[in-house]
């Protein structure tokens, strides 16, 4: 007896109020909530809510199903319904609401909808919006959780967590948000969780990264008690618990053309709320935001500074330096008044190992590979699979503390830092002593990368390691600087040697020419010849003919030549007559041309070199329609183009493609002449082969004038001579310019078809080529009907104003049809 009366004393005190007496009469009428649910007509879930006390104030009409469904007597109604009103009149714990935002949220809208359909729509309980600090997390949670409101019955409830200094002091947070005081902090996390219950609600946790493994143990235990509850946290570094889906906030996005993107809208307002005019100075705003990343944190800072400086003056600024980017909002936390405090407050975070490989990873420039990470970090020239395994575990660990970026493509992940971080990264190493061995090992790595695409770029992989340099450029331009700023000869060779190729492919034909000849610079007078040095001149040779610097090609070339010779390299020496054939060549020296070709192949077929044999048998075809002999060039081209395709050889395939294109337009088979020049353009472009692409507009253009579609010609050629302009090829400029001045001649611009004839004749004497003889015939017939159409006082004035005017000038494109003379050479 006494034993039940203490069982029942102690279940009248654990459920006191209405829920606990609603729980007690239904278990003693031995029903399950389902059961009672079922009686009573109600949902499980309504049964649920009133005993937890989610559900409060129930209807008369539903006090008097339940008490029907209990088999209640009269005493034991009034005792329930008595319960009822008392829970409604006590006072219930407030939850803490998410703070009013200060401003407007600027270009956000797509980051909402992705986030808001996985907490509303249920797919996720616990979302994570992660990135590095002043990306803007805690606006864009702010905002999805207003937007989250309707979504929850039981409320939106705000943990804020940046005050925090204890992990102690997370769950105390949560209690105190959730309106829970209690004296008794044994069993805290059971009280919240009993006082959440089973109730629809969102829980918000904002700035979670100092405290991230304390807030990762609540959310786990609250998920796990509360089967109605979701979680939105925003941190810097993954909670990584059970069912966590991560949301990476991205940078705004940036400005393209004369687009009003998202970046551009968020400094305009905030500069204009500072009372600075931005009318007509979106380029300039434009560049601020591209430098600054989009980081919203940083435009903001920047947008500050408007108060003391123009746009000009901060874009200039900020090319140098992030260092003005400070001075926030003095209400702000320290680390959000500045970008260095953002990002200094994450670095603090890290641990040793995390602090030095943040270092370190700052020589990258534009991304890194995790082989080229491995390298850096281990200094073994090709790491093993522990020090592999290292790099990868130490930079997924900066990954997850959104310190380092992770973007996929084609199979293969790369890493980066935004520029901000990577300079505050860059300062650190400086101040350490390992600064110049992680810059040391740093070049040594592309100097390898370079040498091992150089074997790559003549085959079946041709696109793919174009593809890999070109990402890895900015490294390469690295490593190229700090070789010839600390005068290391030998790895300045090797490098610029290894990219000649590539420079010419993709058509840094003056960087890449600059690179070798400071390289070669660096070398003592020697009798010597080494098979770098060798190479060295060639490459220098090849990019000073591709910018008709003849003579200095000439030399690069005849010095190789001996080079090679010297060295018995007959592969070698081939090369080099290649080159001086191509010389010969665009100098109009057609009979010396072929000889050197033919002195290229013989050496190519004595050594076996099939890929060598193929470009001999292209460039003999080259000259042979240039001099007009199509039939002997349409048999030499197009055994070139099925050896290139046998070989996998993508250049080879663009270049024959184009001899054929050109053959065909110059026999007048129009239709022929498209499709192949059209299949050039498109593996031109495919490749990112410039001079490819040059050279098909170049031709098309061509078919286009002689098909009397001159709009259609204006617009390939004018596109063509920006290609050709861009890679300093005045030699092929000045055979566009005369296409344009056909097609100008045809359109009725007498005076404008002879300024750009006498613009051509200008780039002519000075590269001192001809005119190439298969081009003459139309070149005679222009100038012809030019002269017929003009006195001679009005064409040899467009002539000569042509003639002075340098090529950047003339080829801006070409005018609007007009009757009265072009202002470009009035």
Known sequence: MSSDGSRRGSDDVQEAGFGGLLRRHRREAGLSQEGLAELAGLSVDAIAALERGRRRAPRAHTLRLLADALRLNSAERTQLTTSARNDTEAPQ???????????????????????????????????????????????????????????FPDGVCWVPLAALTDAEAVAP?????????????????????????????????????HVVSAVGQVCAALLESCPNLSILASSRELLRVPGENVYVVPPLTLPEES????????????????????????????????????????????????????IEELAGELETSFGILAGGDRTASPRQQSMRGAIEWSHDLLTAAERDV????????????????????????????????????????????????????????????????????ADRLQTTSSVDEAVRRHAHFYVGLAEQAERELRGANQEEWLERLQSELDNLRSAMAWALQTRSASEALRLSGALWRFCYLRGHYAEGGQWLERSLALLPTTDDPSPALAKANLGAGMLAFLQCEYDVATTRLVTALAQYKELDDAAGTALVLQRLGGVA??????????????????????????????????????????????????????????????????????????????????????????????????????????????WSLNQLGIVERRRGLTERAVHLLDESLAEHRDLGDRWRSASVLEELAAVAQ?????????????????????????????????????????????????????WSAGRSAPLAAVADGYPEQSSAPHPRYL
Request: aromatic share 6%; net charge neutral.
């Open 585 to 694: 060549r665009e100098r109009g020296d057609y009979r010396a041309a072929e000889d050197l070709h033919c002195q290229s192949y013989d050496l190519f077929e004595k050594v076996g070199d099939q890929s060598g044999m193929s470009w001999a048998h292209n460039q003999l075809g080259f000259v042979a329609w240039l001099r007009g002999d199509l039939d002997i060039a349409a048999r030499r081209c197009t055994k070139a183009r099925d050896s290139f395709r046998r070989l996998g050889d993508g250049e080879g395939v663009a270049w024959s493609l184009i001899s054929l294109g050109a053959i065909a337009q110059y026999k007048g088979e129009l239709v022929q002449a498209e499709v192949l020049l059209q299949e050039s353009l498109t593996l031109s472009q495919r490749l990112g082969y410039r001079e490819g692409v040059a």
């Open 358 to 425: 943040f270092a370190q990873l700052s020589v990258f420039v534009g991304g890194w590979s995790l082989g080229a990470a491995a390298v850096v970090m281990s200094g073994e020239s090709a790491p093993g699979p522990v020090a592999r395994a290292e790099a990868l575990d130490l930079t997924g660990r900066l990954v997850d503390k959104s310190l380092i970026r992770v973007t996929r493509h084609g199979g293969v992940a790369r890493y980066d830092m935004l520029a901000v971080i990577r300079e505050f990264a």
């Open 259 to 310: 687009e009003l993107s998202a970046a551009v809208r968020l400094f305009v307002d905030r500069a204009s709320a500072r009372g600075y005019d931005l009318t007509g100075q979106l380029e300039q705003v434009a560049r601020v935001v591209r430098r600054l990343d989009g980081m919203p944190l940083a435009i903001e800072l920047a947008a500050a500074r408007t108060n003391v400086m123009t």
């Open 173 to 209: 947070a949560v209690a105190a948000s959730l309106g829970l005081h209690p004296m008794d902090t044994s069993r805290l996390l059971q009280d919240i969780a009993d006082q959440i219950g089973r109730r629809t609600l969102l829980l918000v946790f904002d700035n979670c990264s």
């Open 746 to 798: 045809q359109r009725g611009h007498s005076e404008y078809a002879a300024f750009l004839l006498g613009a051509a004749d200008g780039v002519r004497e000075v590269i001192q080529a001809p005119v190439p003889e298969v081009e003459k015939r139309d070149y005679l017939a222009t100038r012809s009907a030019i002269e017929e159409s003009l006195d001679r006082r009005a064409y040899r004035t467009a």
């Open 93 to 151: 714990p407030v939850l803490r609401r998410p703070p009013a935002a200060p401003n407007e949220l600027i270009g956000r809208t797509a980051e909402l909808t992705t986030t808001r359909r996985l907490l509303g729509q249920r797919i996720t309980r616990l979302l994570t919006l992660t990135g590095p600090g002043g990306i803007g997390k805690t606006r864009l949670t702010l905002a999805l959780a207003g937007e989250l409101s309707d979504d």
